[in-house]
Structures are given as structure tokens and as C-alpha cells.
């Protein structure tokens, strides 16, 4: 027999905040290292189908140079990436040039979830980000932090970001264009019963 849950135990309140997005970051409160340990086992073990690998995943972790250089290079300011703790998700480069798309979107859906929501139960905010670079700037990117083999660059495609860290409470601020973001009314779907 399955038990109900009880309200304290669902924490309705942190399922809320983990799906808010982000945008001004309080620097001068990081993430541990201790929850940085905790978040990365979780970002090194993503859910696989038939156990292949369908993405790769780069963190930058309290380098504001490096970060502010990736944000520079976006299609369009996101303040979401400017946070202390980042990860960028992009399809893995296979050897046979054959990328799954659609198995990639859906794991790495998945697994951006898991983090987002880790992160969040461990006291962080998030925000999402999927105005990647384009291939130029994406293939500057990659240049620039050495991350893969010049025959990979053939591959730009950036899919999301995430940036964690502490909100900045004193303002609800963008730190770019310096206007209030206001939180959207939810827009939630309609479930229907078959």
C-alpha cells in the first residue's frame, strides 16, 4: 500500500523555485566545495539509454573571465550564465560523425533537470539558458578553452546552459540591461486522462 505524501515531504515550495529562472547572481556567496562535489558526481553520471553517450558537458566554476567570455558570445545577453557555477551541455562529437539528436535533447532534458533540482535542494538558484552561440562564436569558444580536436569542430551545436549560485537579494535586477525582471505568471499545460 503506498502512503500519501505529506506536504512538508513533497516540497512544493523548492520544485518552484528550481523551475524560476535566474538572472543576478550574489558572487560574494559561492558554491562550496562540498555541494560542487556532490553536484558534478550527479553531472558525471547522466541517465543513458542502452548506455550511449549522447552529450558532453563542460562546467566553469568561479572564473567570472571565463564566464563573462562564453556570456559575450551568446546570441543575446543572459544574465542566467554570469552565475558562480556554470555547466554547458553540447552533442557528443562521435567518431562516426552520427549524432542522435533527439535522444540527446531528451537525456540531456533529463539530466538537466536532476541538476537543476539538486542544486536547488542544496540552497542554489538556477537559470537556464539556450541562447547558445552561433557556430562561429561557439567554434571561438571552443578554440579558446581547447576543448576538442580541430576535426570536432565540424560539431558547434550548443544546446543549454545553467548557471548556479546564490541570488543576489537585494535587487531582482538583470546585471545587464538593469531592469526588474518580474516572475511570469505560470502557464501550466492541461493533463488530460486517455
Known sequence: MISKMTLPEYKHDQLHETIRCQRNWDWDNQVTPEHLAII????????????QQTFTVVRIHNDM???????????????????????????????????????????????????SKLANSLG?????????PDVSRWHEVQTKFSL????????????????HGKPNTEYNVDQNHDFVHK?????WPIVRDL
Open 40 to 51: 558534478d558526481e550527479y553531472v558525471a553520471k547522466p541517465p543513458q539509454q542502452q548506455g
Open 65 to 115: 573571465e571565463k564566464i563573462s567570455y562564453l556570456h559575450d558570445r551568446l546570441y543575446s545577453p543572459q544574465s542566467q550564465v554570469l552565475a558562480p557555477l556554470v555547466y554547458i551541455w553540447f552533442p557528443h562529437h562521435p567518431e562516426t560523425g552520427h549524432i542522435d539528436k533527439q535522444k540527446c535533447s531528451y537525456q540531456l532534458g533529463l539530466h538537466a533537470g536532476i541538476i
Open 124 to 132: 542554489y538558484a538556477t537559470g537556464f539558458c539556450g541562447c547558445g
Open 148 to 163: 576538442f580536436g580541430e576535426a570536432e569542430y565540424q560539431y558547434p551545436q550548443f544546446i543549454l546552459s545553467i548557471g
Open 183 to 187: 516572475y511570469y505568471e505560470y502557464n
